[in-house]
């Protein structure tokens, strides 16, 4: 799945925003999400973690006017 979110930030606070969102899953689903890894190179990032034992993952590209978010979700969900 693909989720694209256009902003009108400036490229620091998107960038700031953005390199939050894992961590504001993990506070907001607590004992829920598990196994949370990241990576950045750039303006992409690489995650995977496990949400009530299925497994996510997906990249998160920073464009300037854009946050583009590719999601693999498990069938269940």
């Known amino acids: 799945m693909t989720v694209t ?3 009108t ?3 620091e606070e998107a960038e700031r925003r953005v390199h939050q969102l894992l ?7 607590g004992s829920m999400v598990t196994n949370l890894e990241e990576d950045w190179k750039g303006n992409v990032g690489t995650f995977k ?3 009530s ?3 996510v993952s997906g990249t998160i590209q ?3 006017k ?3 978010v590719d999601l693999v979700l498990p069938f269940i969900a």
């Open 5 to 7: 979110i256009p902003h």
């Open 9 to 11: 930030l400036p490229k």
């Open 23 to 29: 961590g504001n899953v993990k506070s907001q689903f």
């Open 49 to 51: 973690f496990s949400m």
């Open 53 to 55: 034992g299925h497994p």
């Open 62 to 64: 920073l464009f300037d």
């Open 66 to 68: 854009s946050v583009q």
